[in-house]
């Protein structure tokens, strides 16, 4: 146990479909990142939360949309996503301060079919 | 902007050897933090050590220490006595405060395999 939630671990669903992706923190810290790692590729990072406002969007298509209802809790709302949208999924938390690193949840394995 | 390289894609180690990962890193800023973690097959990232850019001593966690090389802007990864069990994939990051936005950016990764 990281101390980061997420849930599902693992999800297939359709081009059509509708589903979330759930993180949830309780280490007190008041940032919040979603990231995506596809395979051969770097992390990219998708978004930042501050204090529960979105501090940063990386170019994300509208398909990936964030919701951050409070500090400890960050969700991931997919629709309508790509094939090439397959990827490992990871929410992390952190301080803002530059001497602690993020803590990762265990990610959740997306296949679009 | 600020960068991390690791130039190793994958290496083979043998257990019970030694295993050194490369790191430089770029960064305009005088205050960082450097980081590295472990990815296993599973997918979570495993927090390692830590070294803040004003770290006099090099850190060390048990069989990792991170050799801290301020003027050649590196930070590489030792891993004495591997086992079994260290074979992941071994992310090297780093934390910059100014236009880096206080973000953590990774490198590309290196895939280490250790022999039985």
């Known amino acids: 146990e990281t101390g980061v939630t997420q849930t599902p671990r693992h999800l297939v669903m359709g081009m059509t479909n509708k589903k979330s992706l759930k993180c949830e923190q309780h280490?007190?810290?008041?940032?919040m990142y979603w990231y995506k790692q596809s395979a051969k590729k770097p992390l990219e990072l998708m978004f930042v939360?501050?204090?529960?406002?979105?501090?940063e969007n990386n170019s994300v298509p509208s398909r990936f949309s964030p919701e951050c209802p409070n500090s400890s809790h960050l969700f991931l709302h997919l629709h309508t996503l790509q094939p090439e949208d397959s990827a490992l999924y990871l929410c992390?938390?952190?301080?803002?301060?530059?001497?602690?690193?993020?803590?990762f949840g265990s990610g959740t394995r997306l296949t679009v079919v | 902007a600020q960068k991390i390289t690791q130039t190793q894609p994958g290496m083979f180690v043998q257990e019970k050897e030694a295993v050194t990962l490369d790191c430089t890193y770029d960064?305009?800023?005088?205050?960082?933090?450097l980081f590295w973690y472990k990815q296993p097959s599973s997918g979570e990232m495993i927090f390692l050590i830590y070294?803040?850019?004003?770290?006099?001593q090099n850190a060390t966690e048990g069989r990792y220490s991170l050799n801290f090389q301020k003027a050649r802007k590196s930070a590489n990864l030792v891993i004495s006595a591997s086992q079994l069990g260290d074979s992941a994939m071994y992310f090297c990051?780093?934390?910059?405060?100014?236009?880096?936005?206080?973000?953590?950016?990774f490198g590309g990764g290196t895939r280490v395999l250790v022999k039985p």
């Open positions: 070294q803040g850019s004003y770290d006099q």
């Open positions: 992390a938390s952190s301080h803002t301060d530059l001497s602690y690193g993020y803590t």
């Open positions: 960064t305009s800023d005088p205050s960082y933090g």
């Open positions: 280490l007190g810290h008041n940032a």
């Open positions: 990051a780093m934390r910059a405060g100014g236009a880096a936005g206080n973000k953590l950016t």
């Open positions: 939360y501050n204090f529960k406002e979105q501090t």
